[in-house]
């Protein structure tokens, strides 16, 4: 038997300073749908998530709720947990950068830094972002204000260990010059190269010494390693770094790093050149998708206008998030998140489309045919449509999902689904109920509906693999394999399909937009 590819996939080790919101689940549900969609295909995947524990931010909102940080996100590591669980995020490890074998790792990589060279002690005399983690020399700050979020920065002299990123440069330069793919959407690139690379890199302050939250420096303990070398590490840790040498060879480097656009400098400058001077492999790919927005502005807490994806899950199920979620957005850009639009889309694609088709199917089934699948034998050149339609809607969705393009995925496969209702207004199954010499003929209509469902239920699996297993329960069949969606005809003659209740309800919008 020959071994599956490996395939890779980190979504970003999140704060656990606050619970978190759509925008985060969002990265979440993309790695998780990848993460399927790659499974079906015959990967061996990977999916890797987390919490990055340390740091200032961190330790001032422990501060300011009264309590430790171990135990402050003790809580919320547990409550991030949870949250996957109801999102059903099929993810291998959860790491916690307070792990001891993590915080063991990231020690050794700092010394052997240290030890070849790349890491040297100095002073830092510059601004620093808490919320952002960041430091900023005083030309990067706009409106004397951090450039990435806005806020106020604070100026730190302190005694510090740099990482000797400047040496890197050139070699970061070959990197986005070589390999265009590396990081998407392209033009990403530009900015990383004409905001930073291109004006020259500074080396990086790599420790703090006025707080101890913090993996301490080895060899001098008045120092804790900055956080995002001790986050960016847990790619590494995660998968056996220092403690399973098979495991990590097997995984790394990873297929893609999946991220907000708020953090790409970090992935796409500091931690490549972390790596070359680890001499480790490159990861082969990072994304980086667009800002959710929560009804056109930036979601804050102090705006009140952050929007938490479980009332929708508890409202509307997971399958309906991760639907709206990938349809909705192109992956890349911005994109608004309201609650309007989420049940519009519920009703139109969900309820009228999808569920349409999944109810007058089984409906007419068990009607002409005592629920029972028959192949029919007259056919006529809407058939023809249908099925040419179903092998392209094949090719497409996987193209696009290899693309990670994901809303055009789903777009592909609800032309299909529309096509497959026109298909019953065209054919006009009822009106050859009526008629006892056109059985055939209708056995025909109602075998190409079910079967169009079939495939249906295979390419919806990665994104709604509830509903995709309940459509193959009610038409009586196996799941067959992502693959089967490719071919037409595989249901089986004499499945026994069932009508049961609607897959998805009407919602009302006066009455649910004040829920
Ligand atoms: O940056 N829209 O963690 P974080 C879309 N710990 N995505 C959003 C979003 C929004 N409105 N808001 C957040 C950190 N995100 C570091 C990462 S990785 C080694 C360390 C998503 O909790 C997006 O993916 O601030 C963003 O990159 C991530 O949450 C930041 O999460």
């Known amino acids: 038997m020959t071994e599956k590819k490996p395939y890779y996939i980190t979504t970003p080790i999140y704060y656990p300073n606050s619970n978190l919101h759509i925008g985060n689940t969002y990265t979440s549900i993309i790695a998780d749908v990848l993460k399927r969609y790659k499974t079906l295909q015959g990967y061996d995947t990977y999916l890797v998530t987390g919490t990055d524990e340390h740091g200032q931010k961190i330790m001032r909102s422990a501060i300011a709720h009264g309590t430790s940080p171990q135990k402050f996100v003790d809580i919320i590591a547990d409550e991030t947990k949870e949250l996957w669980k109801k999102l059903e995020i099929d993810y291998d490890t959860f790491i916690r950068s307070t792990e001891a074998q993590h915080e063991e790792d990231v020690k050794n990589i700092f010394t052997k830094l240290y030890d070849q060279g790349d890491i040297y002690k100095g002073e830092y005399k510059g601004y620093y972002c808490t919320p952002c983690e960041t430091f900023w020399s005083e030309g990067q700050l706009v409106d004397g204000k951090c450039p990435d979020c806005g806020r106020d920065v604070e100026y730190q002299e302190e005694e510090s260990y740099f990482f000797r990123l400047s040496k890197y440069e050139d070699k970061l330069k070959e990197l986005f010059k070589d390999h265009p793919d590396f990081l998407e959407p392209q033009f990403r690139q530009k900015e990383m190269l004409n905001n930073f690379i291109d004006k020259g890199l500074s080396d990086l302050s790599v420790t703090r010494n006025t707080f101890d939250w913090g993996v301490d420096v080895p060899f001098d303990n008045e120092h804790v390693v900055y956080v995002w070398i001790d986050a960016l590490s847990c790619y590494l840790t995660a998968i056996g770094y220092g403690d399973n040498p098979k495991k990590f060879e097997k995984y790394w480097p990873a297929s893609v790093h999946l991220i907000g656009k708020d953090i790409v400098r970090f992935h796409t400058i500091i931690w490549p050149a972390l790596l070359m001077a680890l001499d480790l492999p490159l990861p082969k790919k990072v994304f980086a998708h667009g800002w959710i927005l929560f009804d056109n502005d930036k979601m804050s807490k102090s705006k009140g206008n ?210």
């Open 306 to 515: 952050i929007m938490y994806p479980e009332p929708l899950v508890e409202l509307y199920g997971v399958d309906a998030l991760k639907y709206f979620v990938l349809r909705e957005f192109h992956f890349g850009s911005d994109g608004n998140f309201s609650s309007q639009k989420f049940m519009e889309r519920y009703n139109s694609d969900l309820v009228n489309d999808l569920g349409n088709l999944v109810s007058r199917t089984t409906s007419m089934i068990d009607k002409y045919n005592g629920g029972i699948v028959a192949k029919g034998s007259e056919t006529d050149t809407y058939d023809e449509e249908l099925k040419a339609l179903a092998k392209t809607t094949y090719d497409d969705f996987v193209s696009q999902m290899d693309d990670f393009k994901f809303n055009e995925a789903l777009q592909t496969l609800w032309t299909f689904i529309r096509r497959a209702n026109k298909y019953v207004d065209e054919t006009e199954p009822w009106i050859l109920g009526r008629d006892e010499s056109k059985k055939e003929r209708l056995n025909t209509v109602l075998y190409n509906l079910a079967e169009s469902l079939r495939i249906v239920a295979q390419l919806i699996e990665p994104v709604m693999k509830n509903t995709s297993k309940e459509i193959l329960k009610k038409l009586g069949t196996e799941n067959k394999g992502f693959a089967s969606a490719g071919e037409f005809g595989l249901l089986e003659e004499g499945a026994r399909v069932t009508k049961g209740a609607n897959l998805f309800d009407r919602l009302d919008l006066e009455v649910e937009l004040k829920k």
